[in-house]
């Protein structure tokens, strides 16, 4: 079949074929987990480097990284299934079949934080001061992490014609992450149907590459311990608000059609934003 997979229609970038898996002796290896793998070996080797710059033993961020890896994939695993239970009650079986997909980011993100609170008070380390450092190896592992979604076409938002528009063969997208909006919107050219969507993949990506950029500036303005943690959850969450309204695929609170992602956000935004205010207020009248 004609035409190309992927085409960024408005920036001249086209992709005649776009494969989501390579075969090694036969075994197949999906580029989502080799790419996963990646984000996780370079937010390690961020982290541990930060480490370094403070003076502190890369190692118990290595020896961390070892329990935080498994119950974040566990964690973003449990959190998708949760929201989305009715896809897996009639088999339960497939709530252990990663290779189907099906991780969200907050449930690694708040499994990894409560493994840091129970590492860090075993091995009596502050909790605020390892965060600092292993929260920029967190949103590097998420940068790198999301173009996951691009080898899946997945994680992409309705229609839209705007600059940064994608343009997929429908025969090659997974119709749960197709809506009305999205459908309604069907370009048919030489016989062949597209869809053109927002790259929230790539907005998301984009976002927290921006934010890292600034942590690594801010990190050594720092005013008190976890205040790069803080930092992170006010500007992911603000980033993931905005974004997540965009998506065709949100987990939905149950019973509403509030996309849980949306409303976690919000949250982090009041809370992280309320600590930064009173934190910073302290320091000046100190």
């Not at 019973?255 to 910073?280: D, E, K, M, N, P």
């Amino acid at each position: 079949m004609g035409g190309a997979d992927i085409s960024f229609v408005h920036l001249g970038i086209v992709i005649e074929h776009i494969r989501d898996s390579i075969s090694i002796f036969g075994f197949r290896i999906a580029f989502y987990g080799i790419i996963i793998g990646c984000g996780m070996l370079a937010g390690i080797w961020v982290a541990t480097s930060d480490a370094k710059r403070r003076g502190q033993d890369p190692e118990i961020y290595l020896d961390f990284a070892l329990y935080a890896i498994i119950c974040s994939v566990i964690g973003a695993r449990i959190y998708y299934v949760i929201f989305e239970w009715d896809s897996y009650k009639n088999n339960l079986l497939q709530v252990f079949n990663l290779r189907a997909g099906g991780l969200a980011i907050y449930g690694g993100v708040i499994a990894g934080t409560l493994t840091l609170i129970v590492y860090s008070h075993v091995k009596k380390l502050s909790f605020f001061s390892m965060a600092d450092s292993a929260i920029l190896g967190l949103i590097t592992g998420q940068i790198i992490g999301r173009w996951g979604n691009f080898f899946n076409r997945e994680a992409f938002g309705g229609y839209t014609d705007s600059l940064f528009a994608m343009r997929l063969k429908l025969s090659i997208v997974n119709a749960n992450m197709l809506n009305d909006d999205v459908l309604n919107h069907r370009i048919v050219e030489d016989g062949i149907e597209y869809i053109q969507v927002h790259p929230t993949f790539l907005y998301e990506s984009v976002w927290n590459l921006c934010l890292l950029g600034f942590m690594l500036w801010y990190r050594k303005r720092k005013k008190f311990e976890g205040e790069m943690l803080f930092i992170y959850l006010f500007g992911y969450g603000l980033g993931r608000f905005w974004i997540e309204r965009l998506r065709t695929d949100s987990l939905l609170i149950p019973g509403t059609a509030i996309a849980v992602s949306q409303a976690l956000s919000f949250c982090l935004i009041l809370v992280a934003g309320c600590v930064l205010f009173i934190q910073h207020c302290r320091m000046k009248t100190a």
